[in-house]
């Protein structure tokens, strides 16, 4: 079906660092993707919430403060246990690359790391959603 | 600086070397690049010459270091009489931690202290909060009352050092906690010296760690700036950052405008709640970030130093010439360090951390080469200092003043950025102000657009990263990263309860409901959160009052 | 995902997987929908309008937690424009609406204006329907007061909320025309701010040139951050509500609303056969280039293509 792709992008945490999370909800947007900021300083709970509401396809969340392995994988369990089964998380920041095993295997689909350009997110959630 | 008949003559030579030796060197094959464009967004030409700086008055425009309008340098022998402060930013986890990484940077020949706390600190929550949970002691260290602050400082004697903190919203809790920890080490507050960062408006635009809205925020500066007169007189009441604006995607000259429209809405506040300009801009302080444009970026120092001692003459009409004295730290550019090849970040820190120097930085941080990856290690917070030590006792490049003043390309682009932060801060003056503009979300949107078209040109390849873009290589992930305990978030949290049962709560309680009676009134804070913090209130207490009376930033989000 | 199973046991999830069927065009959501039609009117419908940079959301959020309070589920659409250019867009009103977010009883959904001919307002009328089928007491949709789309879109609402703010200058001109009209209330947000006398006095003056006389639109100042004049503003609206209901106007308004949604489905349903009917034959590039060449004009051009699509029907 020719429909836009949503994505909720989320800045979990406490961390004001919304540089990255800004530069790929634009280029989401110039990809024709609709993209539903919420802004900084989400919890889990919110996070998850909007995801049903808005009923995305994707939830694409930033996190450079090193709080990472607390948060991502809470957002995961929230979305799962509201019914969110095919939807689509992905994760980026400051991330070490030892953590990321830890958090795909806490169901995060997919870690992007400083310099990863924006069309390789964007192609991967292409790729990657779980409807047409 | 030239007279009309020589300038002529550079003409004539120019043209004659353009119409001969470049149209037939073009002719074998173009240069590297149709146009040369500066990271600022202007075109950067083949060649300067005395014709491009035609204009400039030397005893007016450069004049001499330590005397208006400074582009020169502030102090009058600069590094000849004393080096830049080697101050690196550090702290993490608990109190108890980052003790021990100060007294080992200070062993390592470091000369000042710099605290980073952690985001819930930042914020003004306890550790024990919901919202702290997961970012306690991950960025900085966790401070929730003057006992962590009490050991943070451990035999570290206050009136030896020089501590700059980065604390923005809640800094007043943090200054008044430093106070009290010197009061106890007997150092009284006249002997402190250091800095808060205190500036809540780049906050707002960049750095996202703001709690309360404009107004009363600009209030517990100005009550900042006029206790810190009366009683912290050494002490620099604010460092007006560019740096995270610089972070957040600005250009150069985007970073002088909006640091100093930010400078502008500090003095005009500070006048507005009846301070004399004299008073208190002798301590303002800036925070400027360094990148790799070397030349740019040397250019970028000496046009904000000119531009702000015009700014506090002109329009504020300042008198102490330490009131028109631009005095900046330096943090090289975390943005422009890689993931990538991590080793090459040192390099990179090497050119910033010449850019800062030959700008003529009073302090200077340089960042380590795994921090797009993680928190430094110790290794490599030592690389990033002695890349210092080499530029100061090596390069020979501290050994006379601003060496780089005369160069026809730096001087016209010191023009050049003058020219443009000043247009920039004239359309935020017809905006109403800094404050404005940012409500309005026209300095975000510019950064914004200056963020995207940067992404877009590393993308396209026409902007080359070394080693992320152009040069990669098959890497294996980087080992030995710093990880912070998780458990240091339980840790707070029984230092925490432990604190709230041997404290006398009826004090505490008291000091809390007065703090609170005068954030209704306009009576300066300052003395009330230093009598709640000597009671070991938390930080969360004391925010928590603030935030009922005062309400919250409600953020604006500009895409 | 059974939606029909989870719209009747309160399931968030599928209510927000029906809107968006809705507004990807899924036929088998119109089908839902008209299982459930008996279930919409209820909810009452407020829209909330007015230029860029008002405090719409601001607004929204602090009316929402108003009506929380006194028990009701409240329903929030928020519109954003799409990019003309790449289709895409960003909707962030949400930002203004974090603490509603995990309120169990509030249902926020941002949507793309997605340019299409007439798909936004079919999208939202949707999207209220659903909502209305939910148990939403209140729906809140909210646009910005700039095209005619979104005009047609509060259109649909009992209530019309009109945002404005201090110091639009001459932007409140270009506003007045077309849009001022259909506020039912008016608030002057940020109020505080210099120039709110001004505006106040403005669309006084436009009021007085409308000459309603049986109900004249309120206009009240509020600061919507600090959740000043919040209260009297949802008087406002209630005593709105009131009139419209003693007056009669309120049943009146809903039949004109459902007048053109009726109208508005047939225009799409008969652009739904065309577009087939081009997809399948070349008939209507036949006629463009005979319009184009005048061998034929296209008032003529347009009967023969009912014709036409008639006879495809009749196949």
Redesign the interface.
Known sequence: MNRPIRVLVAKPGLDGHDRGAKVVARAMRDAGMEVIYTGLRQTPEQIAEAAIQEDVDCVAMSILSGAHNHLFPKVVKLVREKGGEDILIIGGGVIPEEDIPGLKEAGIAEIFTPGTPTSVTIDFIRNNIKRD | MYNKEKLDAVKAARENWENNKIAKTLAKGPERKEKFMSTSGYEVKRLYTPEDIADLDYNEDLSYPGEFPYTRGVQPTMYRGKLWTMRQYAGFATAEESNKRYKYLLEQGQTGLSVAFD??T??G?DSDH??????VG??GVAIDSLKDMEILFDGIPLDKVSTSMTINAPAAVLLAMYIAVAEKQGVTPDKLSGTIQNDILK?YI?????IF?TEPSMRLITNIFEYCAKNVPKWNTISISGYHIR???STAVQEVAFTLADGIAYVEAAIKAGLDVDQFAPRLSFFFNAHNDLLEEVAKFRAARRLWAKIMKERFHAKDPKSMMLRFHTQTGG?T????QPDNNIVRVAIQTLAAVLGGTQSLHTNSRD?????PTEDSVRIALRTQQIVAYESGVADTIDPLAGSYYVESMTNEIEKRAAEYIAKIDELGGAAKAIE?GFIQQEI?DS??RY?KE??SGERI?VG??KFQIQES??KG?L??D?AVGEMQKEKLKALRDERDNAKVEESLAELKRAAGTDENLMPYILTAVKQYATLGEICGVLREVF?EY????I? | MDIRAGLLSGSKRAAARLITMIENGDPEAIEIIKENYHKTGKARIIGVTGPPGAGKSTVTDKLAKLVRKQGKRVAIIAVDPTSPFSGGAILGDRIRMSDLNTDEGVFIRSMGTRGALGGLSKSVHGAIKVMDIFGCDYIFVETVGVGQSEIDIVKVADTVLMVMVPGLGDDIQAIKAGIMEIGDVFAINKSDREGAEKTATEIELMLDLNGMTEYRPPVKNIIAKDNKGIDELWEALESHYKYMVSSGNFDKRREKAIETEILEIFKQNLLDRVMRLQKNTEYLSELISKVFNKQLDPFNAAVELANVLNKEEGK
Do not use: D, F
């Open positions: 985001l819930p930042q914020i929550y919901p919202l702290a949970e997961g970012e991950k960025v906050e960049a750095r996202g760690t703001y809205p972070e957040a995607g943005s360090l890689t993931a990538q921090e797009a990856l993680a928190l309005k914004q963020a995207y992404q590393v993308e990263v992320m873009n992930a980087p990263l990880r912070v998780p309400g409600q953020q604006s989000v895409l």
